[in-house]
């Protein structure tokens, strides 16, 4: 059975220069739970002050869906595996380059997940065995043609 999901984009031109690309490519994304989110194009591909430096832009969103996605799933399967989850921080990042075809899109995202449990924790190999799960579960990362990688921390020096 299909889902679906939907997001209303809502930009105004509010009398900037259109013909001349001089106008604001801030916008808002709006979604079904009454949140808005202010969003623009980011500053590395259309320069300020035509770019909202404090805003999300479509790139940030699709790493943090990619994280976001991965993380739900890993918690997921870590309770039905009966380790008990404290924290979980990600400081993910996508690379964009130019591909084979002369593109550029994301060539890879890189999950760097930081993990607190309660004892008992999982071995690494346990560990290992979430992450690739969540990988194998996650829409996203399904949905994705490049490359997600999950970087391991060291393991803490006893």
């Known amino acids: 059975m299909p889902h679906n999901y939907t997001a209303t ?7 900037a220069a ?3 690309h001089r106008y604001s490519r801030g916008h808002e994304w709006r979604f079904d739970g009454g949140v808005t989110v202010p969003a623009s194009s980011s500053p590395d591909s259309v320069p300020l002050p035509f770019s909202v ?3 999300v832009d479509p790139e940030e969103a699709l790493v943090a869906a990619t994280a976001s996605c991965h993380m739900l799933w890993f918690l997921w399967l870590a309770a ?7 924290s979980y921080q990600d400081e993910a990042y996508g690379i964009m380059e130019e591909n084979p075809e002369g593109k550029v899109a994301f060539s ?3 999950l760097r997940p930081r993990i607190q449990f309660q004892h008992p924790q999982p071995t690494a190999q346990e560990l290992e065995h979430l992450h690739h799960a969540a990988h ?13 990688e999950v970087e391991f921390p060291p393991p803490p020096q006893a």
Request: contains cysteine.
């Open 53 to 55: 430096a404090n805003a």
């Open 136 to 148: 194998e579960s996650c829409y996203i990362a399904n949905t994705l043609r490049c490359a997600v």
């Open 18 to 20: 259109f013909a001349e």
């Open 108 to 110: 890879r995202i890189t």
């Open 9 to 15: 984009i809502n930009w105004e031109r509010n009398g």
């Open 80 to 86: 039905q595996r009966g380790f008990v989850v404290e």
